[in-house]
């Protein structure tokens, strides 16, 4: 079981970035996926999430309106497209995967994590 997290980097504020996670082996079909970030210093924090049954999405209240996540099942994906970008955005971004199909609310945790890809908003 494996997600691969890619497409992180450096950007000005108020640019986009897009960070896309592949998952192989079982993990992807009727998981709900989600992302979090880690900023140098802090707590890991949730950032949105996507269930597996309606793709419904949650996201934190600080990415509101600027960040949308998606899934691709045919191509056992998750992505996230974050636009408007601040400096606090800085972090290193994660994938992660709950084995339920629908998790409501802020994640706490997950049952699976991918390692880390790097988002650098330069102000």
């Known amino acids: 079981v494996q997600l691969q997290a890619s497409g992180g980097g450096l950007v000005q504020a108020g640019g986009s970035l897009r960070v896309s996670c592949a998952a192989s082996?079982?993990?992807?079909?009727?998981?709900?996926m989600a992302w979090f970030r880690q900023a140098p210093g802090k707590e890991r924090e949730f950032v949105a999430a996507?269930?597996?049954?309606?793709?419904?999405?949650n996201y934190a209240d600080s990415v509101k309106g600027r960040f949308t996540i998606s899934r691709d099942n045919a191509k056992k994906m998750v992505s996230l497209q974050m636009n408007s970008l601040k400096p606090e955005d800085t972090a290193v971004y994660y994938c992660?995967?709950?084995?339920?199909?629908?998790?409501?609310?802020?994640?706490?945790?997950?049952?699976?994590w991918g390692q880390g890809t790097q988002v650098t908003v330069s102000s």
């Open positions: 992660a995967a709950d084995r339920r199909a629908v998790v409501r609310g802020t994640w706490t945790t997950a049952d699976y």
């Open positions: 082996g079982r993990v992807f079909s009727g998981y709900a």
């Open positions: 996507i269930n597996w049954i309606d793709s419904s999405t």
